[in-house]
Each structure stands twice: as C-alpha cells, then as structure tokens.
C-alpha cells in the first residue's frame, strides 16, 4: 500500500504539469485557458489567480461537469502548492477532461514570481444566506451577485411596470435603485402597482417605494427623484451613472425622451408597455440595436393612443411585463444569456399567447441612425401632440 | 386568406374582434380588403396610399418596411400583425 508521498510522486507522474512562468504565459494570451482554484473558500477570499474560478477540491467532482460542460477546453488547475490539484488533475483526466494541466508549484509560485491576483471581495453571512439561490447559479455565483451588488438602475415610474419591475430588482440585490416619479399613491393604483400599499394613500410614489423596496432587502439603496423626467432635469438625473434605465413612463412624450438621453449617455433602456390584456417588452442598447425611434418612428395620434387610465388594464398585466423587464435588466448587469436587443416580445394575456418580431436598426433613425438630425432635447410634448399624463 | 391580428387600440374600428381574415396577394390587397370592409380602420392605416408611419405591419414576425413594403407578398395561412405603439406602463 502506497503511503501519500509515494501517491502524490505517482499522480505527478500521471498528469501533465506548467510552471508558473508558463502558467502566466497562457494567462496573457487571448485564449486564455480557464483556471481552477481548488483550494477552500478562506484561501481564495485571501487573493487567487484573475479571472480562475472558484470550486474546492471536495466539491470538483460533482460540479464540474456543471460548469466546464466542454471535455476538450483547456484547463489549469491549481491549489497553494500544487498537491491537491495535481490529484484534481488526475481526476479530471479520468473524468475525460482532455487538456486540464496542474501548476506545478502552485499558487504560491504564482505569488513568489510576482504575478497578479485578484482579492476577491467577499459577501457577508447574510448576504451568502439571502442569495443563496443565486449563488448556486452558475451563470450568477459570488462573482454576479457582486456585480449585481454594484449595479445601478434607474426605473422611471414606480407604477403598474415599476412595481414589480423594482420589487424583484431589490429582492435580486441590485445595489442602487433611481426611481423618477413624480405621483403619489392613489386607491386606483393599487389594483396593480404592488410595491404601494393601502397605508401609502397619498404619500409620494418615491418614498412609498423606498419604504417597500429597503424594507425587503436592506443591501439597496433607493435614490428617489420625485418629479416628472424633463428635457429640463433629465441631464441631472442621468449624471448620477446608471448601468440600466427599465422604462414603466406611462406617455408618449417621456418615452422618446428617455430614448433620446439613453442613446446620448450611452445607457441600455429595458422598454415595456402595456395596455388592457396586451403588453410589449424589448430591450434598445445603444450602439448594438435598434432605438425606440427605429421601431416607432412617429407616436400614434392622441386618440389611438389611450392610456391605462384612460383604456384600463388587467392588474396581473404589468407583473407579468414588469417581470420580464427585471429579467432582462438582470441579464444586461450580468452579461449573462440572450437579451431582447433587436427582438419585441408581444404578450396576449387573454389568449394567453406570445410572439416576437424582428426589429431593426434604422440607418436613417433621427437619432441614432448614420447621419443624426436630432442632437439635443426638443419639446417632446409638442413631438408627441399629446398631454403628458405621469 | 391570411390572417390579421388587430391591435387592442384599433378594435373599436372592427367591431372588438382581435383577428380578421382578408385576402390579398400582397400586405396591400389585404389591407384594402380590411379598409373595404372596415373604413375607419383603413383611414387609419393608410394614408395617401402608404402606410401610417406609427402603425408597424409585420408578416412573418418581419416588418415589411424591411421586405417589400406593401408590395410584400402574402401566402395563404400567413399571419399579419399590425401594431402601433403604446405607451401604456401605470
């Protein structure tokens, strides 16, 4: 019976192995193979190899397949000195994982040449209890729900979209919330705009909001803007940064005019609408798709275009709109997934149907096509022909 | 005959219904099929013999802005979605 010098001696033998110069090499390289840290969580939250994943030794087996689902992807595995990952090597070999190779001399190498690393930053217990679910995600992890954790997004209007839009961004611990409205809480809203509540009647939508959203998850910070979003003030609101804009307006006016700003600045806008059993969802990222503008040139004439309070609309309607919104916000923070860029979603909720369209850049799009003729703000209200009604 | 998905804002023209049958050999002969039949609704969406530039026809989940326009041909069983915007989100 081998004791475990003599184990490890053969393993060595069995497995192909780099130095950390070489290892460092391929690290550099544009097709970078995927390193492995096999090490336990207290070692890899004191600093790890950039951009390895994490998944101890003891847990290798039964997830790997999970996350490296191809055999033949170059792999590097490595521990502190190059003993537990030479055995990790070998049992990726064995698992018929093709090209995975063990750094030799291990982390420590890695340090001792001086090479960088990464200090992950760590979740706290609770937070490692309350995105649990996430953290088991692959395509989430601890390195998602910090970007989440970063995140801004900005929802204008916390009503029948904003509501559940904003609910679940918060519950999701996307860590900064903007929220423009300029409204207070009425006993009609409350058939659908869920993050108010009978208690809130009159209080300011930002600040009913803010009570809901910090109340379910005290990670966010809600930055409320309780006004009407203008040619006047967007500039300020949209100076603060935000990585996402989840568009819930509920006229035509603020529709083009968050478009408009969102190409300027740069910002992905997750557009959704909606109207009695029918709701619309989408997603325009600048520079990648098309604009509001590219699918709806003109805004219909005012008495094709009813709001809900003037046409109604089916309360489940927005949660199910404002879902898919949160979802596709989610997917953009975590680069994760197919967003609805270049795709409209249309959602019949009595026949309870969905289709999708194509939709595509406009290379003469007054905005954001080839040669633009609109480069700042105009009076969208004139633009629209309609009273804006938030 | 192909079919026509009305949007929930021009029902009103057609009597409430969400789908119409038409015929046509191009999105043009349909939708004058629809505006014989529905003249309010054809008023709506044509205008000097084009399209309304805020009602999108889409055929094969395509724009015919991007196809051939009106002139597009429609197959039997094709189904046809006209839809302006909404702006709705309270």
């Not at chain 1, 190059?82 to 190498?109: C, H, I, M, P």
């Not at chain 1, 519950?171 to 869920?194: K, P, Y």
Request: glycine share 10%; proline share 7%; with cysteine.
């Amino acid at each position: 019976m081998a004791g475990y010098r003599e184990l490890l001696a053969q393993v060595k033998l069995e497995i192909e192995e780099i130095s950390a110069v070489d290892a460092q090499e391929q690290h550099a390289a544009a097709d970078r193979p995927l390193f492995i840290d096999v090490r336990e969580p207290e070692e890899w939250e004191e600093g790890h190899i950039p951009g390895a994943i994490h998944v101890p030794r003891g847990r290798l087996e039964s997830r790997i397949e999970g996350l490296v689902p191809d055999k033949e992807r170059p792999l590097v595995l490595y521990c502190s000195v190059g003993s537990r990952s030479a055995f990790a090597t070998k049992v990726l070999g064995d698992l018929g994982y093709e090209n995975a190779v063990n750094l030799g001399a291990g982390f420590s190498d890695w340090k001792r040449n001086g090479y960088e690393i990464a200090i992950p930053r760590v979740l706290s217990s609770e937070q490692r209890s309350r995105y649990s679910r996430h953290l088991l995600i692959p395509e989430v992890g601890e390195e998602g729900q910090q970007r989440l954790l970063d995140a801004r997004v900005l929802l204008v209007g916390a009503g029948g979209l904003g509501s559940p839009a904003s609910l679940y961004l918060a519950a999701a611990g996307v860590g900064t919330l903007g929220i423009v409205d300029a409204d207070v809480v009425d006993e009609s809203n409350l058939q659908r705009q869920i993050v108010h509540s009978t208690d809130r009647l009159g209080e300011p939508k930002v600040a009913s909001a803010r009570r809901t959203l910090e109340a379910l998850n005290p990670d966010v910070k809600v930055v409320p803007f309780e006004e009407r979003l203008t040619s006047e003030n967007v500039e300020r609101i949209l100076d603060s940064g935000w990585d996402v804009i989840v568009d819930g307006a509920d006229n035509f006016p603020t529709r083009y005019l968050v478009n408009d700003a969102s190409i300027w600045h740069g910002i992905p806008v997750v557009h959704g609408s909606i109207y009695r059993f029918e709701g619309q969802v989408t997603v325009f990222a600048p520079g990648q798709g098309p604009c509001y503008r590219c699918l709806f040139p003109t805004p219909p004439p005012p008495e094709l275009a009813p709001s809900c309070a003037e046409g109604g609309v089916l309360g489940v309607l927005p949660g199910i709109i404002g879902s898919l919104q949160a979802n596709e916000a989610l997917k953009l923070i975590l680069e994760r997934g197919d967003t609805l860029v270049g795709r409209l979603l249309l959602f019949d909720a009595l026949g309870t149907t969905l289709d999708e369209v194509t939709v595509r850049r406009d290379p003469y799009c007054p905005v954001s096509g080839e040669s633009p003729t609109i480069t700042e703000y105009v009076d969208y209200v004139e633009f629209c022909n309609a009273p804006v009604q938030i | 005959m192909a079919a026509v998905r009305i949007p929930p804002t021009l029902r009103a023209e057609v009597g409430g219904v969400r789908e119409l049958e038409a015929r046509g050999a191009t999105v043009r002969a349909v939708i004058e099929d629809l505006a014989g039949r529905y003249p309010q609704l054809g008023a709506l969406l044509l205008a000097g013999g084009e399209l309304a530039t805020y009602v999108n026809v889409y055929l094969g989940g395509e724009d015919v802005k991007t196809l051939d326009g009106l002139d597009t041909p429609v197959y039997d069983g094709e189904t046809i979605i006209l839809l302006p915007a909404m702006a709705g989100g309270a």
